[in-house]
């Protein structure tokens, strides 16, 4: 009976199961960047496509004739659900090409090319998109500045025209003596302190209860003599009984309390509402990366060559 010749693909798959012996030399990477690179690019454009269509769809779904527009939510709702599917399919497209590319007959090679799809796509979707931000963000500051100087230009100009006609209609010494008599004013105002309220001048008064004011808002109270001495102070100003002057500091220093309560509350809700916001945020952007690992490995695995087979037999 004659012998048929062993194929080589026998010998072939010999060869790649022998065990190497101590001291040989490791086998070379079996990473293809190339077929990592063409993967990145089809994800890329896949998605990219399938993005311009969704825009294109939603376009056409705004009816501002007919009233027939959908709502903001639904329409926010269904453009992320189309850019998600969207992007998976491209890493999936992605994955597979890469694998198929790779010539790799191993599960484990193609599932790392895909995954390495994965990572490169994103990192290059990351770069664009803060270029993209960047760019409004200088275009933005450039505009502002540009209003800004024009704002100050228009202003200088006003100004230097007001300021002519106030040359022209003053002289040097009329704006001195009214210079001065605002600083004898200022100066009267803040030597009042400790006098009796009834001889003072409003403007003393006025000073002084501004002074007992912000030592109430910065120390938290005052002491008995100071919250006497406003309320004396208040009785004076404006003409009132002692109880009278008293109650109204109290009523004053409730508002004081009750307004700086509800400024806390707001801005520890608004505290609350950033923290959560960053949180539901982070948690979006995991189960897309997620999502989108799994769609490359799934993408690569459909893209894995498969093992040749020989009279029934299934070799490496």
Known sequence: MQTRATPDVYNDAARATAVLPEGA???????????V??????????????????????????DATARG?????????????????????????????AARLSGTSDNTDGTLHGLAVWGTTFLISAVLLGNLVSGIASTAAS???????SVASGTGSAVSAVGQQAANRTDT???????????????????????????MTSDQRKAEMSTLVTRRVTDGQLSTSDRERLNGLVAAEYNLSPQDAQARVQQAEQQAVQTARQAEEKARSAADAAASGAA???????AIMLLGAIASVLGARRGTRDLLTVRSTRIA
Do not use: E
């Not at 030399?25 to 077929?35: D, E, F, M, Q």
């Not at 896949?46 to 993005?51: A, S, V």
């Not at 605002?182 to 302190?193: C, F, I, N, P, T």
């Open 69 to 97: 527009t959908p709502s903001a939510s639904s329409f926010g709702i269904g453009a992320a659900i189309w850019v998600l599917v969207s992007n998976l399919i491209g890493l999936a497209a992605g994955g597979y090409v």
């Open 173 to 199: 010494g009329t704006l001195q003596n009214a210079a001065q008599g605002l600083v004898d004013r200022v100066q009267g105002a803040l030597s009042g302190g400790g006098g009796v309220p009834a001889t």
């Open 37 to 62: 690179i063409a993967g990145a690019v089809v994800a890329l454009t896949i998605g990219l496509m399938l993005n311009a269509l969704g825009a294109g769809i939603g376009a056409t779904s705004v």
């Open 143 to 149: 505009g502002a500045s540009s209003l800004v100087s």
């Open 280 to 286: 539901k945020a982070a948690f979006a952007v995991f």
């Open 25 to 35: 030399p490791s086998l070379p990477s079996r990473v293809s960047w190339g077929a």
